[in-house]
């Protein structure tokens, strides 16, 4: 049995989304726009935004044994008439990140992706210095295609943004 599945996000679990979306360090890691602490009112929008756009699929990464959520995952930017869109994933509660289940949220997201949504790519942008999510990347099969070269100020620093992909049919070896 699975330790994790993926559901839709719930109103029960929108008190730990305020959390992480309110948190900088998470946001530092998850998304290349400055992470500046995000209002519930912000958050709730975003979630909408997500919840009408027929672009995007969110999911919940909760524990199997509990229902918990310890993170969020999904696909935006799906552009159905080339079966492609951009997966995003992360592990809010910072207690669990480097227990693995990363790597099974992972792979759920792209069983998903592949055999449900039927896509034939799935792409995805990581922040270089964000070193265990290439690493979970790279491990799941994705390609290191590109890079948006000092794309991310940080702290006075720029940063390259790396762009990944993976083809089903490299998937499925």
């Known amino acids: 049995m699975s330790d994790l599945y993926l559901s839709d996000i719930e109103e029960d679990d929108m008190f730990y989304l305020y959390q992480w979306f309110s948190d900088s360090e998470f946001l530092k890691y998850y998304d290349y ?7 519930k009112d912000e958050v709730d929008k975003t979630f909408k935004n997500y919840k009408e756009k027929k672009e995007s699929k969110v999911f919940g990464i909760k524990m199997s044994q509990d229902n918990y959520i310890i993170g969020i995952a999904g696909f935006d930017d799906i552009i159905f008439e080339n079966n492609v869109a951009t997966l995003f994933i992360g592990i809010g509660n910072s207690a669990l990140r480097g227990r693995g289940y990363g790597k099974e949220a992972m792979n759920l997201l792209l069983n998903y992706g592949f055999n449900h949504m039927k896509l034939h790519r799935i792409q995805l942008n990581v922040l270089e210095f964000n070193l265990s ?6 491990k799941s099969g994705f390609k290191k295609e590109g890079v948006f070269r000092e794309f991310v100020l940080r702290d006075n620093k720029r940063y390259n943004l790396l762009l990944y992909g993976l083809l089903k049919n490299e998937w499925e070896e």
Do not use: F, S, V
């Open 33 to 39: 726009y400055p992470p500046i602490p995000q209002t």
């Open 133 to 138: 999510a290439i690493n979970l990347y790279e």
